[in-house]
T-cell receptor, first 116, second 113 residues
Framework: NAGVTQTPKFRILKIGQSMTLQCTQD?????MYWYRQDPGMGLKLIYY???????DKGEVPNGYNVSRSTTEDFPLRLELAAPSQTSVYFC???????????????FGDGTRLSIL | AQKITQTQPGMFVQEKEAVTLDCTYD???????LFWYKQPSSGEMIFLIY??????QNATEGRYSLNFQKARKSANLVISASQLGDSAMYFC??????????FGDGTTLTVKP
């Protein structure tokens, strides 16, 4: 029972490099999310998707891009890495609209990204 | 825009005692869900309890209960009979019907033996 799988677990990038954080879920969830968590802080929503082909910006989308071509996959792209993007990135998924229904988000283990 | 406020950066509780972690929220949307998650030092996010905006009764899940006061826009988490394994960071979160989610900055709970 894999749940939400994120790869890689750790990565070090140089300023200006690009990379894609992978996220896949095997629970047939419609909703998927990307968050970043800075040290000692809460999670900030970067982008989310309510289904294949549909994405929307969260609180901190600048410097990131996403796509959702399938229900299972929701990759996060960093085009020009900056030191401010050093963080732990979490991908999450849920079955349906979580407002006013008990559909908690299931989280991956996170990707620890350092940009030097 | 929605907002979650957790005013207690750190809390201490004696083992076997109860503790309340505070959470206030702000939204103009009438339909929302409130969630509490636990993040141990290992880093994973664990769902604890849910409360819907239209729910009439406070949610309970084992040793966890949610004190939901809609008029005050508060959704405090109560942990009864604290255990050493409860030491972790706790996050309050709100999700609107369209899926957009907001998390608080968290409260670090330390359970003393």
């Amino acid at each position: 029972n894999a749940g939400v799988t994120q790869t890689p677990k750790f990565r070090i990038l140089k300023i200006g490099q690009s990379m894609t954080l992978q996220c896949t879920q095997d629970m047939n969830h419609n909703y998927m999310y990307w968050y970043r968590q800075d040290p000692g802080m809460g999670l900030k929503l970067i982008y989310y998707s309510v289904g294949a082909g549909i994405t929307d910006k969260g609180e901190v989308p600048n410097g990131y891009n996403v796509s959702r071509s399938t229900t299972e996959d929701f990759p996060l792209r960093l085009e020009l890495a900056a030191p401010s993007q050093t963080s732990v990135y979490f991908c999450a998924s849920s079955y349906g609209p979580t407002g006013n229904s008990n559909q908690p988000q299931h989280f991956g283990d996170g990707t620890r990204l350092s940009i030097l | 825009a929605q907002k979650i406020t957790q005013t207690q950066p750190g809390m201490f509780v004696q083992e076997k005692e109860a503790v309340t972690l505070d959470c206030t929220y702000d939204t103009s949307d009438p339909s929302y869900g409130l969630f509490w998650y636990k993040q141990p030092s290992s880093g994973e996010m664990i769902f604890l309890i849910y409360q819907g905006s239209y729910d009439q009764q406070n949610a309970t899940e084992g040793r966890y209960s949610l004190n939901f006061q809609k008029a005050r826009k508060s959704a405090n988490l109560v942990i009864s009979a604290s255990q050493l394994g409860d030491s972790a960071m706790y996050f309050c979160a709100m999700t609107l019907y369209a899926g957009k989610s907001t998390f608080g900055d968290g409260t670090t709970l330390t359970v003393k033996p």
